[in-house]
Nanobody, 115 residues
Framework: QVQLVESGGGLVQPGGSLRLSCAAS????????MGWYRQAPGAQRELVAR???????YYAGSVTGRFTISGDNAKKMRFLQMNSLRPEDTAMYYC?????????WGQGSQVTVSS
């Protein structure tokens, strides 16, 4: 059984930075993709960033140049460095892992950007 544990998040002023972490436990065979979705109140869940075990990354257009995803494949961890945060980045951020069979989800981390 794969489980994801998230940490980080919180309240930050516009222009500030936060770092999210996600650690997976359990057996994962082969390649996988890990990243984050976010969901703001009343909005659909959107993909923010993802990183494959092969090193391929993807960013949503709204965060490109501000967010950076990195990771440690051996430790099954991903990190999301979020800089120049804006009020519109306020959302619940959910870590996910896709092992090409199914998705696994973390518990979510609240990010609030407000002065």
């Amino acid at each position: 059984q794969v489980q994801l544990v998230e940490s980080g998040g919180g309240l930050v002023q516009p222009g500030g930075s936060l770092r999210l972490s996600c650690a997976a436990s359990g057996t994962i065979v082969g390649s996988y993709i890990m990243g984050w979705y976010r969901q703001a109140p009343g909005a659909q869940r959107e993909l923010v960033a993802r990183l494959t075990t092969g090193g391929s990354s993807y960013y949503a257009g709204s965060v490109t140049g501000r967010f950076t995803i990195s990771g440690d494949n051996a430790k099954k961890m991903r990190f999301l460095q979020m800089n120049s945060l804006r009020p519109e980045d306020t959302a619940m951020y959910y870590c996910y892992l896709y092992d090409f069979n199914r998705n696994y989800w973390g518990q979510g981390s609240q990010v609030t950007v407000s002065s």
